[in-house]
């Protein structure tokens, strides 16, 4: 598909789209989380009938519970259990519910949302509309959630998904026969078009089928939607520093159509991540929502929006995807249990920082540009000597992170 760079955004983004390799604490944004867990090398002891998988079963709601132990095959079984864990966990860092308070429910269509959000929520509007939506698939669990406007959704369309379906079939062309009606004339050409190997098309169809589920994720249509009805025209994006991209460094975005018309009031961002799983995020407006029981819809604090204000929501950055560990999922005064149980993972500090920085906005006594940029430092910058005002420095952050 066709590229463009940041001098040269395309039509209907005003400003362009700001792309990092890394990530940042001045440029969080509240509620806005991209969260990835590569579940391929977690290997619990005993898996459900373990002492691990016992305790993280323990932290869900009963209903939570029962979807996850409902899977047979042990990798579906272990990536239930952390997408579950993944929206406990995000509704807890960001609107400051007690993890053990945190109420999960579903609409009709299974989009997953919190159910007792509080209504003391920041005057400035950032976290108004909370909501979140995961997805896995293969090696990866991902999450991503919106704070002030759009609804969201996320699919992770992954390699090893499509070489399964492709089981009983020779060749991509033989393939894709089964998927006729689902994708457009035009979204064809781009697979066909990726290139000569089977691969090369594996790839693109990816791209476009984490769109669609995407999408659809997003509204909470479950299968409701024709699929054949959106398509897609992805422009990959080129990385802001300049660099090249690694073929699992790359990033699109994708405009939507429906039934052949464009609709500028959703967009979509995919990133390339681990062997080539596909992990699209869809932002679109809260008035698309499919709500049949109208639960999730009451979360919500704000429903409409004026042309301009839609436009800087939809168009805003997309933040990378950070990878944590099942570890960041225990909230740091069950870490001890979750070690007692037989924990042998380890968390990387970011949930914790990510939520001790969503405590600190919600307090005056704090400065927060300074407090930023400490964390910021600590986490991302480069190793500082250890000299007794650097363990000094680190000691009092560690005790502000833990006590906030």
Not at 74 to 79: A, E, I, S, V, Y
Not at 206 to 232: I, N, P, Q
Not at 259 to 283: E, N, P
Not at 343 to 367: C, F, L, M
Request: proline share 5%; aromatic share 8%; net charge negative.
């Amino acid at each position: 598909d066709q590229q463009f760079s940041m001098a040269s955004p395309p039509l209907g983004v005003r400003g362009g789209l700001h792309v990092h390799r890394g990530s940042s604490m001045r440029s969080m944004v509240p509620g806005t989380l991209r969260w990835t867990v590569d579940v391929s090398a977690w290997n619990p002891l005993g898996l459900l009938e373990g002492p691990e998988c016992s305790f993280l079963l323990s932290l869900l709601d009963d209903d939570e519970r029962a979807s996850a132990i409902r899977y047979v095959q042990p990798p579906d079984q272990k990536r239930a259990i952390i997408s579950r864990l993944l929206a406990k966990r995000a509704s807890n860092v960001c609107l400051g519910i007690e993890f053990s308070n945190v109420v999960i429910r579903r609409t009709k269509g299974k989009k997953p949302f919190c159910a007792n959000m509080h209504r003391d929520l920041p005057s400035d509007g950032s976290l108004d509309n909370f909501n979140f939506n995961a997805s896995h698939e293969g090696d990866l669990v991902v999450l991503a959630a919106e704070g002030r406007a759009c609804v969201v959704g996320v699919d992770c369309a992954a390699p090893q998904q499509i070489r399964q379906m492709r089981r009983n079939t020779k060749s991509f062309e033989e393939f894709a026969k089964n998927f006729d009606n689902v994708f457009t004339a035009e979204e064809w050409s781009k697979v066909h078009g990726a290139g000569p190997r089977d691969d090369q098309k594996e790839d693109k169809f990816r791209l476009h089928w984490s769109c669609k589920e995407a999408f659809v994720k997003a509204r909470g249509d479950g299968l409701g939607f024709d699929l054949g009805r959106c398509s897609f025209r992805c422009d990959e994006v080129q990385l802001e520093d300049g660099g090249a991209a690694d073929e699992d460094d790359r990033f699109f975005q994708c405009r939507l159509l429906v039934d052949g018309v464009q609709r500028d009031d959703w967009m979509l961002f995919s990133h390339r991540l681990k062997d080539g799983h596909y992990c699209t995020i869809a932002r679109g407006p809260p008035s698309d929502i499919i709500d049949a029981w109208g639960e999730f819809t009451t979360t919500l604090r704000r429903l409409h929006f004026d042309q301009d204000e839609w436009l800087e929501a939809i168009t805003a950055p997309s933040p990378p995807f950070q990878a944590i560990t099942v570890a960041d999922l225990v909230p740091k005064n069950l870490r001890q249990m979750y070690e007692e149980a037989g924990g042998t993972e380890k968390p990387t500090g970011i949930v914790d920082v990510v939520e001790a920085w969503h405590r600190a906005r919600r307090s005056s006594s704090y400065d927060l540009a300074s407090w930023e940029a400490q964390c910021e430092e600590m986490l991302y910058g480069s190793p500082a000597p250890a000299d007794e005002a650097t363990c000094a420095r680190e000691e009092e952050l560690t005790a502000r992170l833990r006590n906030l």
